[in-house]
């Protein structure tokens, strides 16, 4: 499946390395990687469009937060759409993660999060996916208990995970991203 739609979604990626090419005359990566907690607590790289600046986390780790000023102006864009994640596909294809399932958290924030929410690394029994039962359930959130929220739904996703519920959450992705609700 992640092959089928990494050849549709072909033309948008190729359009969008140019663009952020372009944007900073190719002295800046078009991609950017970051760690994360996968699946029995695996770490792995994600990749996806760079939508801030390279300079983003010289003070340390930080969650995205509305009019965030380290996204750049085709990041807003990439955001709001989604399509910085189009690259997870790769991710997808390479095993380290779903279509559908959890998404993964940096290793920071999952330290933290363990600590002060009950139950968290419970949703690290599946594989993390580009698009979850939390994603189009709950906006985008930075604080604890936003966190603690999501892991309501992650968990209810572990619990009913079958074919039709990942159809479904498939389905309910594609207003999400045509609405731009919920991005930072």
Not at 20 to 33: A, E, H, K, M, N
Not at 71 to 81: A, D, E, F, P, Y
Not at 120 to 126: E, K, T
Not at 169 to 174: D, S
């Amino acid at each position: 499946m992640s092959v089928l739609i990494l050849v549709l979604v072909s033309p948008v990626m190729l359009t969008t390395m140019t663009l952020i090419w372009l944007s900073t005359l190719g002295r800046d990566p078009v991609f950017y990687r970051q760690l994360r907690v996968g699946h029995r607590g695996r770490e792995f790289y994600i990749l996806k469009f760079r939508s801030m600046r390279v300079d983003a986390e010289k003070s340390g780790p930080q969650m995205a937060s509305v009019n965030d000023a380290r996204v750049t102006r085709i990041g807003r864009v990439l955001r709001s759409t989604r399509i910085d994640e189009l690259p997870q596909l790769l991710n997808v294809l390479k095993g380290e993660m779903s279509l559908v399932g959890p998404r993964p958290e940096r290793p920071e924030f999952v330290s933290r999060f363990q600590k002060k929410i009950n139950g968290y690394a419970l949703r690290h029994q599946v594989k993390p996916g580009i698009t979850g039962w939390a994603q189009v359930r709950y906006p985008y959130g930075e604080t604890v208990e936003d966190a603690a929220n999501k892991l309501y739904y992650d968990l209810s996703y572990i619990r009913r995970n079958s074919l039709w519920m990942d159809i479904l959450i498939l389905f309910q992705t594609i207003p999400v991203v045509l609405t731009g609700h919920g991005a930072r």
